[in-house]
């Protein structure tokens, strides 16, 4: 299968650390992009390839990854991390890339 | 700073043509791929298709036969057309900016310059 597979939503308190994570079979040979989403804005690149992170994106975000799952952790989550996120990696087929399902990560 | 304008009709009647254009500012275009990025209301992320400085495409098959793409160099700029427009092909549809090549023996394939976004309704 070419998806990516994310858990739906997921909520945190202020500070405390959460991992999302992102299951397909694309995985096996590429790493994972993530991008964060907020409600009405475009997404933007949090974390590319094996943990790098553009200008800008705080530390508190990092990646780790086994197998065909790739999973994204935020380290003591600010309010401004409330977004929707999403994984994405290239495949080996006609559809060029796919991004994963979805996580809403809510801070309480 | 680059950044992505994009710009194109936002309320369509079936079977009508999208046609949406996106200027890239500042950073290399030859360097790059150009791409279309959708995402109907409420729903995830779908790769449209891609273009290259030099012309070449790539388009998701199932959109192969609707979808066509132009680039224009002297102006820094890319296309996408959709015909025959449905209520399925409502949706936002972003320009992006992906990078993909090696950098320090790591591959990577990314997408790191997202234009706004258009709001594309299309509704008889």
């Known amino acids: 299968s070419s998806e990516l597979t994310q858990d739906p939503a997921v909520s945190l308190a202020l500070g405390q650390t959460v991992k999302i994570t992102c299951q397909g079979d694309s995985l096996r040979t590429y790493y994972a992009n993530w991008y964060q989403q907020k409600p009405g804005q475009a997404p933007v690149l949090v974390i590319y390839g094996n943990n790098n992170r553009p200008p800008g994106i705080p530390d508190r975000f990092s990646v780790s990854s086994s197998g065909n799952t790739a999973s994204l952790t935020i380290t003591g989550a600010q309010a401004e991390d409330e977004a929707d996120y999403y994984c994405?990696?290239?495949?080996?087929?006609?559809?060029?890339?796919?991004f994963g399902t979805g996580t809403k990560v809510t801070v309480l | 700073q680059v950044q992505l304008q994009q710009w194109g009709a936002g309320l369509l009647k079936p079977s009508e043509t999208l046609s949406l254009t996106c200027a890239v500012y500042?950073?290399?275009?030859?360097?790059?791929?150009w791409t279309w990025i959708r995402q109907p209301p409420g729903k995830g992320l779908e790769w449209i298709g891609e273009?290259?400085?030099?012309?070449?495409?790539n388009s998701r098959p199932s959109l192969k036969s609707r979808v066509s793409m132009s680039v224009d160099t002297s102006k820094n700029q890319f296309s996408l057309k959709l015909t025959s427009v449905t209520a399925a092909d409502t949706a936002t549809y972003y320009c992006?900016?992906?990078?993909?090549?090696?950098?320090?023996?790591?591959?990577?394939?990314?997408?790191?310059?997202w234009g706004k976004g258009t709001t594309v309704i299309v509704s008889s």
């Open positions: 992006v900016r992906v990078f993909r090549g090696v950098r320090f023996v790591e591959r990577l394939d990314y997408m790191d310059v």
């Open positions: 994405h990696s290239p495949v080996n087929s006609g559809n060029r890339y796919v």
């Open positions: 500042g950073g290399s275009f030859s360097a790059y791929y």
């Open positions: 273009i290259t400085h030099s012309g070449s495409t």
